[in-house]
């Protein structure tokens, strides 16, 4: 089965491309020819992810799915949530986010989070299948790690042993994270067709 996941980035590609069963043959958005920026223009992250993978099917017509992913923090009241990737601006830079965080926590003793992701999928006879994932954990007070992408140097899992996602190799950050446990979902959902 070709299945487009709707993104270029190239961090969620090999995170997620050892999760798919051999019969789905990947592909990014560059190899299906989309060269444009994708609408997110929904509040929530199953809206996004909708509309993203809803995208690239009414416009390129292959089967697709779309994560979107955010950081909810406790002691911001859940942000910045479904803004996570332009929490600083829209230059989209994650050192730039993780300082934005780092900084607005700064004063805070409370720095539960969760990360969670949400997958959906559009397939040609028009159906939207969703899956979520989720991980609990706290911000470090520093970055660690030279890993992972995002907000990975300052997430610690609950269930790891101290280390941030970045601090992990890929495989031990797929054993635990958000977006492994959404795609899970999806590839339970795909090895029934």
Not at 8 to 29: F, G, W, Y
Not at 97 to 118: I, Y
Not at 147 to 174: C, H, I, Q, W
Request: proline share 5%.
């Amino acid at each position: 089965m070709r299945l487009c996941f709707a993104s270029n980035n190239e961090h969620k590609l090999d995170e997620i491309r050892p999760l798919l069963p051999a019969s789905v043959q990947l592909l990014s958005l560059a190899d299906i020819g989309c060269t444009e920026e994708l609408p997110e223009t929904q509040d929530t992250l199953e809206g996004n992810a909708r509309q993203k993978a809803q995208y690239v099917w009414d416009h390129f017509g292959v089967a697709c799915f779309a994560d979107d992913t955010g950081l909810e923090v406790m002691a911001l009241g859940g942000a910045p949530g479904v803004y996570s990737a332009r929490y600083a601006g829209p230059q989209r830079r994650a050192e730039d986010n993780v300082a934005k965080l780092l900084h607005e926590l700064h004063e805070h003793s409370d720095r539960t989070a969760r990360f969670r992701t949400v997958v959906a999928l559009v397939l040609p006879d028009g159906a939207v299948h969703e899956f979520a994932g989720a991980v609990e954990g706290r911000i470090s007070e520093a970055q660690h790690g030279a890993g992972g992408f995002g907000y990975d140097p300052v997430f610690v899992p609950t269930e790891g042993d101290g280390r941030t996602f970045s601090e992990m190799p890929l495989a031990e950050k797929n054993g635990l994270s958000h977006r492994s446990r959404a795609v899970a979902g999806l590839v339970a959902f795909l090895n029934q067709k």
